[in-house]
């Protein structure tokens, strides 16, 4: 059996607020079995740790700074 893993969303976004639970479901579908999840700064953290404690089975959280959040200084 064949899986895919979607290494880079940030499906814990705001812009999935209405859809999430329905986009995960297509993935899994789809064969996508492991979503990892990429911080992008401090305000994101919280809504990140939600979804992976919603759907424990197929997000991962992975803790850190997003490059296009660095700013210069």
Known sequence: MNFWIDTHVHIYS???????????????????SKIYMPNVDHT???A??????????????????HPCSVKRF
């Open 44 to 46: 994101s953290v919280d």
């Open 48 to 65: 990140m740790l939600e979804v992976e404690h919603k759907h424990p089975d197929q997000c991962i959280s992975m803790m850190g700074l």
């Open 14 to 32: 705001k812009e999935f607020d209405a859809d999430r639970k329905d986009v995960l479901s297509r993935c899994l579908d789809l064969g996508i």
